[in-house]
């Protein structure tokens, strides 16, 4: 019997809201959830193809062991069994500064980075390596100098803004950092109350509904943001 269910998509960090169509443990359907308070209603492509990850001929459902050239498939509880050792060994020989977590970095499914980070601190290790580390290490640095710590992490409030400053971002196509961004962009550039200003070398898709759009020669980001300090 089929039944629809809420969820989120967590294939990226916006966590869309979902509905769900499942039949046992398969999904069958999937439709954007309109009465999601944040995305209310907006779904892109990879969210609508859930069910083409879900139900992949090359999905992993089992752990695999490598044994010679080849892996093998085995249990979980022998799996859990056998990495819990090797973990206790790295331990006991070279202590919790021999251990990191990689992976976590928030860029969808965030219950990983929970039970990972949890895992790391058991262990006595604080060691911990994303992706974020190489993406976005000037953003945390400035969050660190600007509000006091660096995983603060803020995100642009266009609800309530009357500037939107933006360089070098195309969010109109990308949805980076704003749910619905091209709507909400539309939005924001037609309210007459409202600034949208773009610096960006290439006339983007964001650009063009800009009030403003500083169109600075390539190269010379750095010396804008300088001259913007010294004002």
């Not at 309210?191 to 964001?206: A, G, R």
Request: net charge positive; with cysteine; proline share 3%.
């Amino acid at each position: 019997m089929s039944e629809w269910k809420k969820t989120f998509c967590a294939l990226c960090y916006h966590n869309c809201g979902l509905e769900i169509q499942t039949e046992g443990h398969r999904i069958t359907k999937v439709r954007p959830d309109r009465g999601h308070p944040r995305t209310k209603g907006y779904i892109c492509r990879k969210g609508m193809k859930i069910t083409h990850y879900q139900d992949h001929k090359e999905r992993l459902t089992h752990p695999l062991k490598r044994e010679g050239d080849q892996f093998v498939e085995i249990s979980w509880d022998q799996a859990i069994s056998e990495i819990a050792g090797k973990l206790r060994k790295l331990l006991d020989r070279h202590g919790p500064r021999a251990l990191a977590y990689m992976g976590g970095g928030g860029q969808g499914c965030h219950m990983e980075a929970g039970f990972g980070r949890t895992l790391l601190t058991a262990l006595g290790s604080q060691y911990h390596y994303s992706a974020l580390a190489q993406e976005l290490t000037g953003l945390f640095w400035i969050n660190g100098r600007a509000y006091g710590r660096q995983n603060l992490h803020l995100m642009p409030d266009l609800d309530r803004a009357e500037n939107f400053l933006v360089m070098g971002w195309n969010g109109y196509v990308s949805n980076a950092g704003v749910n619905r961004a091209k709507k909400r962009i539309s939005e924001f550039a037609k309210d007459s109350e409202k600034q949208l200003i773009v610096i960006d070398p290439l006339l983007s898709e964001t650009a063009k509904q800009a009030d403003t759009h500083l169109q600075i020669r390539i190269g010379t980001a750095a010396l804008f943001l300088k001259s913007l300090i010294a004002i």
